[in-house]
């Protein structure tokens, strides 16, 4: 089964605006991982934040996490068409193995 | 630097053929291994992982199978292709918890 949630499914901006996704899990996790995956390729690592973090940068890259809530958002500030791509939590339990949500697709138009 | 190579990229085959998926790493040794599949707009479906040589555990039981044969070396399997095994089959290795995964670029099957 699957453990992270993504949402929205599909967004769509204008570039220069914010993007703002969330991902709800159901269960006690290690840590929660961000991931972007351009059509048709492989999934890109973007950022970890493990589960005694709140909050963590990269880049325009912005991820918090909230254990009680079971939920984390990535934020992309100030996006670009070259973000047009979809993106997946995934999380990292006891078991060590990660679980992927579907994913949000985004599309940023110039 | 560490790199993941997967082949073929896109590959047709017809129902009841064979299949067998290639997985390589270089630049680390003893590397967690995983095998995914991705059906369209769906999230990945974990389908085997490796933690060592001959050390295989399937997480959905299907039409397919693996295999570790070298340390970094991964392998997916199917004696007899199904329709429903079309998709898209993504490798991927790790070092460990908390140090994320590096995936490969896919591979598109399509079975006719």
């Known amino acids: 089964s699957q453990q992270g949630e993504e949402d929205p499914q599909a967004l769509s901006i204008q570039e220069g605006e914010n993007a703002t996704m969330n991902c709800s899990y159901k269960t006690s996790i290690n840590n929660l991982q961000w991931y972007r995956q351009n059509s048709g390729r492989g999934l890109v690592h973007l950022i970890l934040i493990r589960s005694n973090e709140r909050e963590k940068h990269s880049g325009r890259l912005r991820v918090t996490l909230d254990t009680s809530k079971k939920s984390s958002s990535l934020l992309i500030t100030a996006s670009r068409a070259a973000d047009t791509a979809s993106y997946f939590c995934?999380?990292?339990?006891?078991?060590?193995?990660?679980?992927f949500g579907r994913g949000t697709s985004l599309i940023v138009h110039p | 630097s560490q790199t993941i190579h997967q082949w073929p990229a896109t590959l047709v085959q017809p129902v009841g053929s064979p299949l067998s998926l290639e997985c390589t790493v270089e630049?680390?040794?003893?590397?967690?291994l995983y095998w995914y599949r991705q059906a369209a707009g769906r999230g990945l479906q974990l389908l085997f992982y490796?933690?060592?040589?001959?050390?295989i555990s399937s997480e959905v039981p299907q039409n397919l199978s693996a295999s570790r044969p070298q340390d970094r070396q991964f392998i997916l399997s199917s004696k007899k292709l199904l329709l429903s095994d079309s998709g898209f089959y993504l490798c991927?290795?790790?070092?460990?918890?908390?140090?994320?995964?590096?995936f490969g670029s896919g591979t598109r099957l399509t079975v006719v």
């Open positions: 630049g680390t040794s003893n590397p967690n």
């Open positions: 490796s933690v060592g040589i001959g050390q």
């Open positions: 995934a999380t990292e339990g006891g078991s060590y193995i990660p679980t």
């Open positions: 991927a290795w790790s070092k460990g918890s908390d140090l994320g995964y590096t």
